[in-house]
């Protein structure tokens, strides 16, 4: 009788890799080819969506913001469809607020852009980086930044209709307008 080979090779993991920049796309792809993932890319949650269920996904990492759905719609389809799956939410419009649907949505971690593919990695292993790495500086942003941020991505989400956003926002329109033409806070 033959003893199994004591060191195996851990078993490849099918990552699903969601963005609409596709030089973003392709580059992460090679990355994590080269980190032992089998990858398969999608432009859009809806191509995701449709090429999933033959890949058969263990991991995706998936853009929030995507031109025809927001990225945390996918999160959902995703875990419904492969309760196992772990995703990370990668985004370049950071809030608080996204970062607790996504978790709360079934998200394993939420990475800001610019993430490299050792973060990501680190991140689908459900690692989370060294208390005794030096942390970057982060200049908290004011209240006023925050703010702005928060309608331009309302006013983005609304597909940049003023009268939506003032509603979706709950405020007149024209102080909405007033708001918006204002230069960006600094910081």
């Given at each position: ?18 963005d ?11 990355a ?13 949650a809806?191509?995701?969506l ?14 929030l ?13 995703l ?6 799956i ?8 950071g ?27 680190e ?9 005794e ?5 982060v200049?908290?942003?004011t ?5 702005w ?7 983005s ?21 007033r ?9």
């Amino acid at each position: 009788m033959k003893t199994p080979d004591p060191v195996q090779a851990p078993a490849l993991k099918k990552l699903l890799l969601v963005d609409d920049d596709e030089a973003f796309r392709e580059r992460l792809a090679v990355a994590m080819k080269r980190r032992g993932y089998e990858t398969l890319t999608a432009p859009s949650a809806a191509e995701a969506l449709r090429l999933a269920p033959a890949f058969g996904p263990t991991a995706a990492v998936v853009d929030l913001k995507m031109p025809e759905e927001n990225g945390l719609v996918l999160v959902k389809a995703l875990r419904e469809r492969f309760p196992n799956i772990v995703v990370i939410v990668l985004t370049g419009y950071g809030s608080i607020a996204t970062a607790l649907d996504a978790v709360r949505l079934g998200a394993a971690d939420y990475l800001t852009k610019p993430a490299d593919a050792d973060r990501i990695h680190e991140a689908l292993q459900g690692k989370t980086p060294s208390v005794e790495a030096p942390l970057p500086e982060v200049e908290t942003p004011t209240l006023d930044r925050v703010e702005w941020e928060h309608m331009q991505r309302i006013l983005s989400d609304c597909g940049h209709n003023i009268s939506q956003t003032a509603r979706v926002l709950g405020i007149d329109r024209r102080s909405l307008q007033r708001k918006l033409s204002k230069y960006p806070p600094n910081k």
